[in-house]
């Protein structure tokens, strides 16, 4: 059988996403980021959402996420993703909103705009990419760093007496009553990631259907920040992560 | 007939602003400016205009809120006083590298610090010279009376949105405070989602299948267009020098010695006038409207015939830098102030004219 017999639109199985541009991405080699921003949107076109749709992109490794969604985006100052789509959404109350945001950006500097966005139960999705570690800025301690984990700012490993304790930001979200779902997915399997994307459209249509906001931590890899090959990041996030940030719903309202 | 009210400057700016057809305000309380947010509140212009009125959990998050609701090419605006605006500074400084029109007040009050909620104008540096990072200039208007409160809304605004740039009321504790006459301004409409597709092609709106996506940023990394974007912004703070520039004369043509001052000292300076007169002294005053653009082509022009300038504010010497970089020289200007939140009378001003200037 010939090439060209093969390839051919009938048999395809799988393809790039349709909102996907050809940008050649800045992320590191097995960075979660990649694949988060695939299911980003599929789920959008899968929704039929795309001409409705604005994403709120963060300062951390994802600032230039709106050069790879082909949708409008508002790039945000650090930490203040959860304020921007608060007006984006209330002015705008037919549109579909969300921020995407790391763990420095969410649970360090814009912890106050976190929780207040959510605690008015904005009807937006967060998107938090949770990788332990302040990326863009070359793998200093984020909040959420683990006790002993090292960082270039915690040379020797997260010290509580120093530090204090990493904090499961999402665990405090779920206890506001704004919240109308908050979740922990993964994306380093293939099963993780079709899980993942169902969470996310469930996310997406809690938006639109006013019932709150709905937050979705990915817990994930930082190969760069962390010293270590993609395939290393991956098992060291199941064996460390992922007891201290347990994969599920913390909440999920039907 | 017309719309007479008798109210505070405050409450002037919330009724301009909801009769402007403003799409969203986001503000945090504070003295002395918080009748604004009140006034809203208890209006409910949510069941009438449209317009979305949300107190923010802090002046941070506020401005930010102003820089989504302006991405979307709302009318959006916030309000603070002193200490609140120096936390909206980052906003600012990202609202004007975006290039996003919103309006801001702040209701001065004595610094630094937690300083006092009595009345002062120490933050013209702050609002003139930048306050936030990066070459960026604020439109700055400086009411002198509860109607310019009320009419700044609409300047403001249609300003913001001619430049795609922020811009600001600058006002302080009295303005805010006091009550006056003031005629209120027409009710207008809030724009469709058509008009803003429309007049504000780069608003992020939704991408339709007929143009582009739209991305609101200030980030760059390549020096080469940032740079080419700095020219662009530099480019239209030139063209807003050459033809927004906004100053009142009061019995200048005659005048011997000049008073510059704006807002509420200006209100004061203009007794001061009329007492001089009464003494004999050929004295008049320039009111710079416009805090930037400054009128520096007026103070010039006077400069060359006055026999010296007194810059007149309720700070430590801040404007009266600008209008000797204006006067370049040609006559004696000094500066004359009252700080932490005193406010001086038309007599001290007479005072100080007659010790800074006339005394041979
Ligand atoms: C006000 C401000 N402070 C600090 C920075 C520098 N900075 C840029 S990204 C970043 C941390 C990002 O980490 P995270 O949010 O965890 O995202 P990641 O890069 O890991 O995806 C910091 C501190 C900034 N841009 N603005």
Excluded at chain 1, 188 to 195: C, F, G, N
Excluded at chain 2, 156 to 165: I, R, T
Excluded at chain 2, 299 to 324: C, P, T
Aim: glycine share 8%; charged share 20%; proline share 5%.
């Amino acid at each position: 059988m010939e090439l060209t017999e093969i390839i051919k639109p009938e048999n395809q199985v799988y393809g790039k996403p349709r909102l996907m541009n050809d940008n050649p991405m800045h992320y590191c080699p097995g960075c979660s980021h990649g694949v988060i921003h695939k299911l980003i949107a599929e789920v959008i076109d899968d929704m039929g959402m795309e001409e409705q749709t604005i994403g709120v992109s963060p300062v951390g490794c994802a600032v230039f996420a709106y050069n790879y969604i082909d949708i409008d985006w508002v790039e945000a100052a650090h930490g203040r993703a959860p304020a921007v789509a608060t007006a984006l959404k209330r002015l705008n109350r037919e549109k579909m909103i969300f921020t995407y945001q790391g763990d420095g950006d969410l649970a360090a500097i814009g912890t106050a705009e976190t929780i207040h966005a959510v605690n008015r139960g904005e009807n937006i999705v967060i998107v938090f990419v949770n990788n332990a570690i302040y990326g863009m800025t070359g793998g200093q301690m984020a909040p959420t760093t683990l006790v002993g984990m090292p960082s270039s700012t915690c040379p020797y490993g997260r010290d509580v007496a120093l530090n204090g304790y990493p904090l499961k930001i999402a665990n405090l979200l779920a206890q506001l009553e704004g919240a109308c779902m908050v979740t922990r997915q993964s994306v380093q399997t293939a099963a993780a990631v079709r899980k993942a994307k169902k969470t996310l459209r469930k996310a997406f249509e809690n938006s639109m259907a006013g019932k709150g906001t709905s937050v979705v931590e990915f817990v994930s890899t930082c190969s760069s920040g962390w010293k270590m090959t993609p395939d290393q990041s991956n098992k060291w996030m199941e064996a460390h992560m992922f007891p201290f940030y347990p994969l599920g719903d913390l909440k999920n309202t039907e | 007939m017309e719309d007479i009210k008798l109210m505070k400057g405050n409450e002037a700016i919330a009724y301009a602003a909801i009769r402007y057809g403003t799409d969203g305000y986001f503000g945090y309380p504070i003295t002395p400016q918080s009748e604004i947010m009140e006034t809203l509140m208890a209006e409910m212009p949510w069941e009438t205009t449209g317009m979305v009125v949300l107190q923010a959990e802090s002046e941070v998050a506020a401005i930010n809120m102003v820089y989504g609701g302006a991405a979307s090419g709302k009318r959006v605006m916030t309000s603070s006083s002193s200490p609140g605006i120096s936390l909206k500074l980052e906003g600012i400084s990202y609202i004007a590298g975006a290039e996003l029109p919103c309006l801001i007040v702040n209701v001065m009050r004595g610094g630094p610090g937690l300083g006092t909620i009595q009345p002062s104008q120490a933050d013209y540096f702050q609002t003139v010279k930048g306050g936030g990072h990066g070459d960026y200039r604020l439109i700055t208007l400086a009411p002198y009376s509860v109607q310019e409160m009320a009419d700044f809304v609409a300047l403001g605004f249609d300003l913001a949105f001619k430049y795609s740039n922020p811009a600001m009321i600058l006002a302080d504790g009295i303005i805010g405070q006091m009550m006056e006459k003031v005629v209120l301004p027409p009710y207008r409409q809030r724009k469709t989602e058509a008009d803003i597709r429309q007049e504000s092609p780069w608003a992020v709106q939704g991408k339709l299948q007929d143009r582009k996506v739209n991305v609101i940023t200030s980030l760059e990394l390549d020096p080469a267009i940032m740079e080419e974007n700095n020219n662009r912004f530099q480019a239209k703070y030139r063209k807003i020098e050459e033809t927004e520039v906004r100053c009142e004369e009061f019995q200048c043509k005659d005048a011997e010695y000049l008073l510059v001052a704006f807002g509420s000292s200006a209100r004061i300076c203009q007794k001061a006038v009329e007492l001089a007169r009464e003494e004999g002294i050929r004295l008049g005053l320039l009111r710079p409207i416009t805090l930037w653009p400054f009128p520096k082509k007026t103070i010039e022009a006077y400069g060359a015939q006055a026999k010296g300038m007194l810059s007149v504010e309720l700070n430590a010497g801040q404007m009266v830098e600008d209008v000797r970089l204006a006067v370049n020289g040609q006559t004696k200007v000094e500066h004359f102030g009252r700080l932490g939140g005193v406010v001086f009378t038309p007599d001290e001003i007479i005072a100080a004219l007659k010790e800074k200037l006339l005394k041979p």
